[in-house]
């Protein structure tokens, strides 16, 4: 606790010069709210040109409504990832906006938690399919561009949970286990093209979709945490900026824990 007393905190302020990413185009899925909205900002902020997307146009176009107002280049679309058809529509609007994408973050993401013996097969393949096939469909979609450009940076969320499981979450634990996976094949694949594809795990962040964690359970989960702290949505968003930048040129296929020590 010492230590951590003495450590800056403080997690709001943009800790990038502004011309980071300058010139550089991003797609943050699931931006509309928590992790996502937070990434888009971050990006934003960095120089980048953002295009936020997430099911709902209305609340996706709030987010990016509020950084045009802050003067950011940002563009908001429905689009639902675990749909293909979604995914391609996505792609060639952020390739009719902004010419180019640079960036791709895979940050979307659901929970439909329950043990296995009473999980249904619906809650199974809705996880799967859209945290998992949906970061395919996306990760597929943007190579072309890339391997065109002989640049790209791909960044997926996914989480400790992949890493080491958790009761009651099979399905988003399998998911996310999948996405690093995925994220080293495709590594392995394309990075004679100039593209690096990481993964980010997060550990536990405060969000709508953490929200509901009974309190009890929550004091639980702080005690497992070295640095005795929930993380912030910005906390993942540096470490997206980070792996977006030139300063991580020479790391690729890689999970990055953000999680406060909680797993090691
Ligand atoms: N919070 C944590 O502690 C934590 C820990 C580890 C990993 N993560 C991961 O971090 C990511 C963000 O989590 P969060 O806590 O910010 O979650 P959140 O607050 O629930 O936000 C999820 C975002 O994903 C969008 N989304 C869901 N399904 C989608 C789909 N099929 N197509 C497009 N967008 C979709 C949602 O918007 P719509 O509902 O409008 O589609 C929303 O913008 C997730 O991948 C999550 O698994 C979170």
Redesign the pocket.
């Known amino acids: 606790m010492e230590v951590v007393d003495k450590i800056d905190m403080t997690t709001e302020q943009n800790p990038f010069r502004e011309d980071l990413l300058s010139g550089k185009t991003a797609i943050v ?9 937070a990434i888009a900002h971050r990006l934003c902020e960095a120089g980048a040109n953002v295009v936020l ?4 146009a209305e ?2 176009a709030q987010i990016a409504d509020t950084l045009q107002d802050k003067g950011y280049t940002a563009f908001s679309t429905a ?4 749909e293909k058809a979604d995914v391609d529509t996505l792609i060639e609007k952020t390739i009719e906006q902004f010419s180019q994408i640079d960036i791709l973050v895979n ?5 439909h938690d329950m043990l296995l013996m009473r999980l249904k097969d619906e809650d199974w393949d809705a996880v799967l399919k ?2 998992l096939t ?1 970061t395919m469909y996306c990760t597929r979609a943007v190579l072309r561009p890339m391997i065109r450009q002989k640049s790209g940076r791909i960044i997926n ?5 992949g890493l080491v499981g958790n009761a009651g979450q099979a399905n ?1 634990a399998a998911a ?1 286990a999948g996405m690093i996976g995925l994220t080293k094949a495709t590594a392995k694949e394309v990075g004679t093209r100039g593209i690096t594809v990481n993964a980010i ?10 929200a509901e964690i009974p309190e009890e359970n929550q004091k639980q989960l702080l005690e497992l945490i070295p640095l005795r702290e929930f ?1 912030h ?1 910005e906390d ?1 968003a540096d470490a997206v900026c980070f792996l977006a930048s030139n300063a991580a040129r020479y790391i690729t296929g890689q999970v990055l824990q953000v999680d406060g020590g909680m797993v090691m």
Do not use: E, Q, W
Not at 79 to 82: N, Y
């Open positions: 899925t699931g931006a509309s709210r928590g992790i996502g909205a997307c997430s099911r709902s609340s996706v689009a639902d990832i675990s940050n979307d993401g659901i929970t859209t945290n949906g969320i996914s989480s400790v949970v988003y996310k795990a997060p550990g536990f962040i405060t969000t709508d979709m953490t993380g949505p993942v």
